[in-house]
């Protein structure tokens, strides 16, 4: 094999507060020559993801942290560059769990072939991906909604959000989203269907909420928390459920959140709060994954993602999710597939 040249993104220093380009560092290395059952696999399509900045601090939460000086991981859709596994050639289109680099070696265990007939590939990380499957199971599961409930979700513009909006209505509840511009407001409403949406940074949020949801909230989706999430516990109905899904807004922040205290709010209503990830759904995920494409074929759910291009971008993109910059997936493309 001819020694090529690769270029990867490590963590440099852990970020104190909202990270910088500061804390990332560029490197180049020589890709090391490949053993029996690997793939040299080259990155088209690169995933940021709010969970990231988790694991840039030093303690562990539901996965181990990022080691210093080490290389940033991901989901990765790529190409395979070179094989020394059975069942993979060169021009294979794979999806995995790899470095933030131009180039990886991976195990052939440790990945996924991607079918480009069904969808675009980019797809693989986002509605046909994680994303697909977190609002998937964690609407479906954990909110269990039911004909005429309402829905609210926050981050609803977000890749997950937008699913979960659209899996209510698929279900025949009502959809709220929780957003932070009239743009994004616009295109939950317009373009995919949503009963109503209200932008957090304009005017009284808990006043805006109560006119969009006159019965009440029957199942909060959270994907931000916060003073957000706040607003939307106050309006809880007998019997609600929420599926706990993520905290972007406390992720950078430099001292411990202090927020009302809700156990009286879900006491007095009977809620039901839960946290969970994607992974605990592991073994069911072929079947939330069928399912989706199955919707996207019938143009029951739409998506759109956030394409930033260059490897160079990687750090600004990561650093764009934390205000507000993408609608949908935000990806990184690095290459298109050869021929």
Not at 48 to 66: E, F, I, L, S
Not at 167 to 187: C, F, L, Q, T, W
Not at 312 to 317: E, L, M, R
Request: aromatic residues 8%.
């Amino acid at each position: 094999m001819t020694t090529i040249q690769n270029r990867q993104i490590l963590l440099a220093k852990r970020p104190a507060g909202m990270p910088t380009e500061e804390n990332f560092s560029f490197v180049e290395t020589a890709v090391p020559k490949l053993q029996a059952g690997q793939l040299l696999v080259n990155t088209l399509y690169l995933s940021v993801d709010p969970y990231m900045r988790g694991r840039m601090n030093d303690r562990k939460t539901y996965v181990p942290p990022y080691a210093l000086n080490e290389m940033i991981t991901g989901g990765v859709v790529g190409q395979v560059e070179e094989s020394l596994a059975e069942g993979f050639v060169p021009g294979d289109i794979v999806l995995g769990n790899f470095g933030w680099a131009l180039y990886n070696v991976a195990a052939a265990a440790s990945v996924k072939k991607v079918n480009p007939d069904l969808a675009p590939i980019s797809t693989a990380l986002g509605v046909l991906g994680m994303p697909g499957l977190t609002a998937y199971y964690g609407l479906l599961d954990i909110g269990q909604p039911k004909e005429g409930e309402t829905v609210v979700v926050s981050g609803a513009a977000g890749a997950v959000g937008m699913l979960v909006g659209q899996i209510a209505k698929i279900k025949g509840a009502r959809a709220v989203g929780i957003a932070g511009s009239d743009e994004k407001i616009n295109y939950l409403v317009e373009e995919l269907g949503f009963d109503a949406a209200v932008n957090y940074k304009k005017g009284d949020l808990r006043q805006q909420l109560k006119e969009a949801c006159p019965s009440g909230v029957d199942i909060y989706f959270d994907n931000v928390g916060g003073t957000v999430s706040d607003a939307v516990l106050s309006l809880i109905n007998k019997g609600t459920r929420i599926p706990l899904c993520g905290r972007i807004s406390l992720y950078n922040l430099e001292q411990a959140d202090i927020g009302p205290r809700i156990q009286t709010q879900l006491l007095i209503n009977s809620a039901l709060m839960q946290g969970f990830i994607v992974s605990n759904y592991a073994e069911q995920a072929e079947e939330g994954l069928n399912q989706m494409a199955q919707w996207l074929k019938e143009g029951k759910i739409n998506y759109t993602e956030t394409i930033t291009e260059g490897f160079d971008n990687i750090p600004k993109a990561f650093l764009g999710l934390f205000c507000g910059e993408n609608t949908g997936k935000q990806l990184i493309k690095i290459a298109d597939p050869a021929r």
